[in-house]
């Protein structure tokens, strides 16, 4: 699953090759043809959360959402894809280069003006990612009246609260931490959960100098218990435990040993 890192590397090296280009033809699957934008000038590429967002001249702009298997390439214009154009949901041409998404769930030409009041942008928490960060607007948000039951795991997951952790990142922060996935909001103080999310950011960026999200940062396996069900925990060797956590039901990956439940608690969904 993308994450916000994964976003932010896409727009640091879409950049170079659609900044003050023009586009000569765009086409989604969802919209067809996009004329509109024929002749406009590329004049911003950037990540919000787990959005691209690609402004043009003329008040025009494209939103992009990878969900869980999307994929972008390059290619000098002309030059065959390398994945199959049965599964392309957007195709943006240049002189130079055609960028192609792949099984990108959300694809759309809109006004630049609608874009910024989207609902689904305008709810986003602080971009974990950006130049700078409001770790009291996390806070707030987060200890919003009832989040106090939210399991951990289905907080460091709501977008509202702060935009750019995914799946991966959720497991490895509460491990780190030491943190049961399914220990309310409540049994954590706010000096922990600014840490969370501080680390989160650290995290984050470390992984834009990488190739490969990485949150161990040493040779051999890349995570700490993200998809190690049933092997040996790296801290402790108990037998690292997943369960189905929050309404998408998303894996989330934990030591129980080292990831204790807090006393208080009796119980996960």
Not at 62 to 77: N, S
Not at 88 to 100: K, Y
Not at 202 to 230: A, I
Request: proline fraction near 5%; hydrophobic fraction near 35%.
């Amino acid at each position: 699953m993308p994450e916000g890192d994964t976003l932010h590397r896409l727009a640091a090296r879409l950049s170079p090759k659609l900044l003050g280009q023009t586009v000569v033809q765009a086409r989604n699957r969802a919209q067809g043809e996009l004329d509109v934008i024929a002749g406009a000038t590329v004049e911003n590429v950037a990540a919000l959360g787990k959005n691209l967002l690609i402004d043009l001249s003329g008040g025009w702009s494209l939103r992009v959402h990878l969900g869980i298997g999307g994929k972008c390439d390059t290619y000098p214009r002309g030059q065959p894809w390398r994945r199959s154009s049965r599964t392309a949901t957007l195709v943006l041409e240049t002189q130079a280069h055609e960028v192609v998404f792949f099984k990108a769930p959300q694809t759309k030409l809109v006004r630049t003006a609608h874009l910024r009041a989207t609902p689904a942008l305008v709810k986003l928490g602080p971009d974990l990612l950006g130049r700078t960060i409001d770790y009291d607007a996390i806070r707030e948000r987060a200890r919003q009246p009832g989040n106090a039951g939210r399991a951990l795991g289905e907080v460091l997951l709501d977008q509202r609260i702060a935009a750019g952790i995914g799946n991966v990142y959720k497991s490895e922060l509460l491990f780190l931490r030491r943190l049961h996935p399914w220990a309310p909001l409540s049994s954590i103080d706010d000096e922990q959960l600014h840490g969370l999310f501080k680390l989160a950011r650290e995290l984050m960026k470390k992984n834009m100098r990488t190739r490969w999200r990485t949150t161990r940062f040493l040779p051999g396996d890349r995570h700490w218990v993200y998809g190690r069900t049933g092997r040996a925990c790296f801290r402790c060797r108990s037998r690292v435990e997943s369960g189905r956590q929050g309404e998408q039901a998303r894996n989330t990956y934990f030591c129980p040993r080292c990831q204790a439940r807090p006393a208080t608690e009796t119980g996960r969904d």
